[in-house]
Protein backbone atom coordinates (compact mmCIF):
# COMPACT_ATOMS: atom_id res chain seq x y z
CA UNK A 1 0.00 0.00 0.00
CA UNK A 2 1.63 3.15 -1.47
CA UNK A 3 1.50 6.14 1.97
CA UNK A 4 1.49 9.96 1.13
CA UNK A 5 3.37 11.73 3.22
CA UNK A 6 1.61 12.45 5.64
CA UNK A 7 0.19 9.15 6.91
CA UNK A 8 1.73 7.31 10.10
CA UNK A 9 3.11 3.98 8.69
CA UNK A 10 5.72 1.58 10.75
CA UNK A 11 8.62 1.33 8.33
CA UNK A 12 12.12 -0.03 8.75
CA UNK A 13 14.51 2.10 10.20
CA UNK A 14 17.82 1.94 7.63
CA UNK A 15 20.27 -0.50 9.46
CA UNK A 16 18.19 -1.26 12.32
CA UNK A 17 18.01 -5.08 11.17
CA UNK A 18 13.69 -4.79 10.78
CA UNK A 19 10.60 -3.04 11.56
CA UNK A 20 10.12 -1.09 14.90
CA UNK A 21 6.86 -2.91 16.33
CA UNK A 22 5.51 -4.54 13.06
CA UNK A 23 1.95 -5.25 14.59
CA UNK A 24 1.35 -1.76 14.69
CA UNK A 25 0.86 -1.46 11.47
CA UNK A 26 -2.61 -2.69 11.49
CA UNK A 27 -3.01 0.06 13.62
CA UNK A 28 -1.72 3.34 12.67
CA UNK A 29 -1.45 1.85 8.85
CA UNK A 30 -2.85 4.76 6.80
CA UNK A 31 -3.46 7.13 9.91
CA UNK A 32 -2.21 10.76 9.42
CA UNK A 33 -0.37 12.34 12.04
CA UNK A 34 -3.10 14.28 13.78
CA UNK A 35 -5.71 11.96 13.60
CA UNK A 36 -2.97 9.49 16.30
CA UNK A 37 -2.34 12.69 18.13
CA UNK A 38 -6.51 13.11 18.49
CA UNK A 39 -6.94 9.64 19.36
CA UNK A 40 -4.43 9.57 22.20
CA UNK A 41 -5.73 13.18 23.44
CA UNK A 42 -8.97 11.80 23.63
CA UNK A 43 -8.12 8.72 25.61
CA UNK A 44 -6.34 10.89 28.06
CA UNK A 45 -9.01 13.29 28.38
CA UNK A 46 -12.20 10.77 28.90
CA UNK A 47 -10.28 8.59 31.31
CA UNK A 48 -11.40 10.81 34.14
CA UNK A 49 -13.93 12.92 32.15
CA UNK A 50 -16.09 10.61 31.42
CA UNK A 51 -14.64 8.00 33.78
CA UNK A 52 -13.19 5.90 30.39
CA UNK A 53 -10.41 5.17 32.75
CA UNK A 54 -12.43 1.96 34.51
CA UNK A 55 -12.27 0.47 30.71
CA UNK A 56 -8.96 1.66 29.24
CA UNK A 57 -6.33 3.10 31.21
CA UNK A 58 -5.04 6.29 29.78
CA UNK A 59 -1.27 5.19 30.35
CA UNK A 60 -1.54 2.69 27.65
CA UNK A 61 -2.51 5.53 24.95
CA UNK A 62 0.92 7.30 25.97
CA UNK A 63 2.75 4.58 26.26
CA UNK A 64 2.05 3.36 23.13
CA UNK A 65 2.91 7.13 21.44
CA UNK A 66 5.86 7.05 23.11
CA UNK A 67 6.71 4.10 20.83
CA UNK A 68 4.98 5.66 18.00
CA UNK A 69 7.53 8.76 18.86
CA UNK A 70 10.58 6.60 19.04
CA UNK A 71 9.83 5.25 15.51
CA UNK A 72 9.82 8.58 14.18
CA UNK A 73 6.08 9.28 13.08
CA UNK A 74 5.56 11.73 16.06
CA UNK A 75 7.00 14.74 17.84
CA UNK A 76 7.53 13.86 20.94
CA UNK A 77 8.01 17.60 22.48
CA UNK A 78 4.21 17.63 20.47
CA UNK A 79 2.49 14.24 21.88
CA UNK A 80 4.03 15.48 25.87
CA UNK A 81 2.24 18.96 25.60
CA UNK A 82 -1.09 17.20 23.85
CA UNK A 83 -0.51 14.29 26.90
CA UNK A 84 -0.48 17.19 29.52
CA UNK A 85 -2.91 19.55 28.47
CA UNK A 86 -5.70 16.63 27.96
CA UNK A 87 -5.12 14.83 30.70
CA UNK A 88 -5.53 18.27 32.77
CA UNK A 89 -8.50 19.61 30.81
CA UNK A 90 -10.30 15.68 31.28
CA UNK A 91 -9.37 15.90 35.12
CA UNK A 92 -10.97 19.58 35.38
CA UNK A 93 -14.18 18.28 33.53
CA UNK A 94 -14.21 15.90 36.12
CA UNK A 95 -13.80 17.86 38.98
CA UNK A 96 -16.64 20.11 37.98
CA UNK A 97 -18.69 17.00 37.05
CA UNK A 98 -18.60 16.40 40.81
CA UNK A 99 -18.83 19.89 42.13
CA UNK A 100 -22.12 20.06 40.65
CA UNK A 101 -23.58 16.99 41.11
CA UNK A 102 -21.98 16.36 44.58
CA UNK A 103 -23.60 13.66 46.78
CA UNK A 104 -25.73 12.50 43.93
CA UNK A 105 -22.27 11.42 42.11
CA UNK A 106 -22.06 8.44 44.62
CA UNK A 107 -25.73 7.09 42.78
CA UNK A 108 -23.85 6.37 39.36
CA UNK A 109 -23.27 3.29 38.17
CA UNK A 110 -19.67 3.75 38.09
CA UNK A 111 -19.85 5.16 41.80
CA UNK A 112 -22.20 2.15 42.85
CA UNK A 113 -20.05 -0.39 41.04
CA UNK A 114 -16.69 0.42 42.94
CA UNK A 115 -17.80 1.28 46.38
CA UNK A 116 -14.37 0.16 47.79
CA UNK A 117 -12.57 2.15 45.18
CA UNK A 118 -14.67 5.26 46.36
CA UNK A 119 -14.20 4.93 49.69
CA UNK A 120 -10.48 4.54 49.45
CA UNK A 121 -10.15 7.91 47.49
CA UNK A 122 -12.64 9.54 50.00
CA UNK A 123 -10.18 8.57 52.72
CA UNK A 124 -7.28 9.31 50.87
CA UNK A 125 -9.00 12.78 50.45
CA UNK A 126 -9.33 13.56 54.11
CA UNK A 127 -6.26 12.54 55.04
CA UNK A 128 -4.05 14.35 52.23
CA UNK A 129 -6.32 16.71 51.30
CA UNK A 130 -5.01 18.08 47.61
CA UNK A 131 -2.11 16.19 47.04
CA UNK A 132 -4.19 13.43 47.21
CA UNK A 133 -4.85 14.76 43.54
CA UNK A 134 -1.14 14.40 42.93
CA UNK A 135 -1.05 10.86 44.50
CA UNK A 136 -3.99 8.95 42.77
CA UNK A 137 -2.82 10.07 39.33
CA UNK A 138 -0.44 7.14 39.45
CA UNK A 139 -3.44 4.34 40.16
CA UNK A 140 -6.21 4.11 37.16
CA UNK A 141 -9.32 3.40 39.15
CA UNK A 142 -8.04 6.72 41.13
CA UNK A 143 -7.09 8.22 38.70
CA UNK A 144 -10.42 8.19 36.86
CA UNK A 145 -12.36 8.80 40.10
CA UNK A 146 -10.60 11.42 42.16
CA UNK A 147 -11.20 14.92 40.14
CA UNK A 148 -14.99 14.33 40.76
CA UNK A 149 -14.81 13.19 44.27
CA UNK A 150 -12.40 16.04 45.02
CA UNK A 151 -14.84 18.78 43.38
CA UNK A 152 -17.21 17.04 45.50
CA UNK A 153 -15.61 17.25 48.21
CA UNK A 154 -15.61 21.53 47.59
CA UNK A 155 -12.05 21.40 47.57
CA UNK A 156 -11.55 25.30 45.81
CA UNK A 157 -10.00 25.09 42.22
CA UNK A 158 -7.16 26.42 41.89
CA UNK A 159 -5.71 24.35 44.89
CA UNK A 160 -6.60 21.36 42.81
CA UNK A 161 -5.95 22.78 39.77
CA UNK A 162 -1.90 22.45 40.50
CA UNK A 163 -1.78 19.48 42.58
CA UNK A 164 -3.35 17.95 39.01
CA UNK A 165 -0.87 20.51 37.54
CA UNK A 166 2.02 18.43 39.16
CA UNK A 167 0.96 14.95 38.52
CA UNK A 168 -0.39 15.55 35.01
CA UNK A 169 3.03 16.39 33.84
CA UNK A 170 4.79 14.36 36.36
CA UNK A 171 2.53 10.86 34.58
CA UNK A 172 2.52 11.74 31.29
CA UNK A 173 6.81 12.51 31.09
CA UNK A 174 7.08 9.10 33.10
CA UNK A 175 5.03 6.98 30.67
CA UNK A 176 5.98 8.47 27.49
CA UNK A 177 9.63 8.34 28.00
CA UNK A 178 8.84 4.70 28.91
CA UNK A 179 7.29 4.14 25.31
CA UNK A 180 9.83 6.04 23.82
CA UNK A 181 12.94 4.79 25.08
CA UNK A 182 11.13 0.97 24.94
CA UNK A 183 11.00 1.62 21.00
CA UNK A 184 14.77 2.73 21.02
CA UNK A 185 15.53 -0.44 22.84
CA UNK A 186 13.61 -2.67 20.54
CA UNK A 187 15.55 -1.25 17.30
CA UNK A 188 18.65 -1.78 19.39
CA UNK A 189 17.83 -5.28 20.23
CA UNK A 190 16.73 -6.07 16.52
CA UNK A 191 20.11 -4.90 15.41
CA UNK A 192 22.09 -7.18 18.38
CA UNK A 193 20.52 -10.52 18.23
CA UNK A 194 18.29 -10.21 15.89
CA UNK A 195 14.27 -8.82 14.55
CA UNK A 196 12.98 -12.29 15.32
CA UNK A 197 14.42 -13.23 18.46
CA UNK A 198 13.52 -9.28 19.50
CA UNK A 199 9.78 -9.90 18.52
CA UNK A 200 9.86 -12.60 20.93
CA UNK A 201 11.24 -11.47 23.39
CA UNK A 202 8.98 -8.28 23.12
CA UNK A 203 6.17 -10.63 23.19
CA UNK A 204 7.53 -12.04 25.99
CA UNK A 205 7.51 -9.08 28.03
CA UNK A 206 3.88 -7.83 26.77
CA UNK A 207 2.59 -11.07 28.00
CA UNK A 208 4.02 -11.09 31.56
CA UNK A 209 2.55 -6.95 31.96
CA UNK A 210 -0.54 -8.28 30.66
CA UNK A 211 -0.88 -11.56 33.32
CA UNK A 212 0.11 -9.07 36.17
CA UNK A 213 -2.38 -6.53 35.62
CA UNK A 214 -5.43 -8.73 34.85
CA UNK A 215 -4.23 -10.25 38.33
CA UNK A 216 -3.71 -7.19 39.46
CA UNK A 217 -7.14 -6.10 38.75
CA UNK A 218 -8.65 -9.34 39.90
CA UNK A 219 -7.36 -9.15 43.35
CA UNK A 220 -8.29 -5.66 43.51
CA UNK A 221 -12.54 -6.53 42.54
CA UNK A 222 -11.96 -9.16 45.31
CA UNK A 223 -10.83 -7.12 47.65
CA UNK A 224 -13.93 -4.92 46.98
CA UNK A 225 -16.33 -7.15 47.05
CA UNK A 226 -14.66 -8.46 50.72
CA UNK A 227 -15.08 -5.28 51.43
CA UNK A 228 -18.70 -4.59 50.30
CA UNK A 229 -19.43 -7.68 52.26
CA UNK A 230 -17.65 -6.30 55.20
CA UNK A 231 -19.50 -3.63 55.16
CA UNK A 232 -23.11 -5.46 54.52
CA UNK A 233 -22.30 -7.58 58.35
CA UNK A 234 -21.52 -4.45 59.44
CA UNK A 235 -25.02 -2.68 59.15
CA UNK A 236 -27.10 -2.89 62.09
CA UNK A 237 -30.34 -5.16 61.64
CA UNK A 238 -33.53 -2.97 61.84
CA UNK A 239 -35.46 -4.09 65.18
Given amino acids: MASGPNRVLVKPHEGSGGL ?6 AL ?11 IIG ?8 LFFGFLFPGETAIVVGGVLAASGHLSLPLLLVIA ?3 AITGDSVGYEI ?8 LATRPMEKHTAKVAKAQDLIRRRGAFAVFLGRFTALLRALMPALVGASRMPYPRFLVFNAIGAVTWVVAYTLGGYFAGQAFDRAATMVGRGLAIALAV ?3 VGVVVWSVRKRRREAQEEDEAQQDAGHDTPVPR
Fill in 28 to 38: VDGLPPAVVYL
Fill in 204 to 206: LVV
Fill in 42 to 49: ALVFAEAA
Fill in 84 to 86: VGS
Fill in 20 to 25: MLENFN
Fill in 98 to 105: GRKYGTRL
